[in-house]
C-alpha cells in the first residue's frame, strides 16, 4: 500500500493493485482489512511509527526549545529523505483520504503544532505567541514540504533544515534569531535508526498470516 499510495495517490491504491504487488490474493486481503481505506490507515500508521523512530534518536529534554525545534526538524526531513514513499504517503497522498485519513493526518500536525508552541515559554514578557501561530506555523511547514515533494526537485529536503527552522522561531524569539537560524552550516544528516517490530503493522502477526496464507 505505501508503494502503490505513493505512486498513484489514495484513490487509484485499489486492493487489486495493492494485491498484485504484494504477491498474494484478495481473499488474504480479506482476511486481514475490512478495505481499502483500513489498508491505507494501517500503511499511515506504520509511516508515523518509522517517522517517530527517527524523532526518538534526538529526543532530549534537558535541549533549549529552539535546539529540540532543530534537531527534531532535522530527524523529520532525514525520514522522509529516506523514506520517499513512507514520506510521500504522510505528506502528499493523504491529502486525498476519507475522513477517518485527513483525521489521522490533522492529528499529526497537531502534534507539530505543540511542539511548536512550546517556544512560548522562550518568549520575552507579554510576546507569548496565541497557539494558532504554532497551528498555522505547522501548516506552513508541512505545505512547504509538500511543494518540494510536488516539484520533484534534486535537492534533499534537508536542505530546508535551515529556512524551516527560521520560520518556526521567528515570532517567537525574534528576527535576529531567525536570522541565525538561516546563516547557520549546511547541517549533517543525522543517524538512520533501524527498522524496529514496532514499525510494522502485522509485527506479532506473522502466524496468523501464514495460517491465512497456508489455507488458501
Known amino acids: 500500500m505505501v508503494e502503490v499510495a505513493a505512486e498513484r495517490g489514495f484513490a487509484e491504491a485499489t486492493v487489486a493493485r495493492v494485491v498484485r504487488r504484494a504477491g498474494v490474493s484478495r481473499r488474504t486481503f480479506d482476511e486481514i482489512f475490512e478495505g481499502h481505506e483500513e489498508c491505507f490507515v494501517a500503511a499511515f500508521e506504520s509511516a508515523i511509527a518509522r517517522a517517530s523512530e527517527y ?26 529523505d529516506d523514506e520517499p514513499s513512507m514520506g510521500r504517503l504522510l505528506i502528499v497522498q493523504s491529502l486525498g483520504g476519507s475522513v477517518c485519513v485527513l483525521g489521522r493526518r490533522s492529528f499529526m500536525l497537531s502534534r507539530i503544532a505543540v511542539a511548536i508552541d512550546e517556544g512560548g515559554g522562550e518568549a520575552g514578557p507579554g510576546n507569548d505567541p496565541p497557539r494558532m501561530i504554532a497551528e498555522g506555523i505547522a501548516g506552513a511547514v508541512v505545505s512547504l514540504i509538500h511543494d518540494r515533494m510536488i516539484r520533484g526537485e534534486s535537492q534533499t529536503l534537508l536542505d ?18 531567525a536570522r541565525m537560524e538561516l546563516a547557520r552550516s549546511p547541517p549533517r544528516r543525522p543517524e538512520r535508526p533501524p527498522a524496529s517490530p514496532g514499525a510494522d503493522f502485522l509485527a506479532g502477526r506473522e502466524e496468523e498470516v501464514l495460517r491465512i496464507v497456508e489455507q488458501e
Open 55 to 80: 524523532l526518538s534518536l534526538v529526543d532530549e529534554p534537558r535541549l533549549r526549545w529552539r535546539e529540540r525545534i532543530r534537531a527534531g526538524l532535522l530527524a523529520l526531513l532525514s525520514f522522509l
Open 160 to 177: 530546508l533544515a535551515n529556512p524551516l527552522t527560521s520560520l518556526i522561531v521567528l515570532p517567537y524569539l525574534g528576527p535576529a534569531a
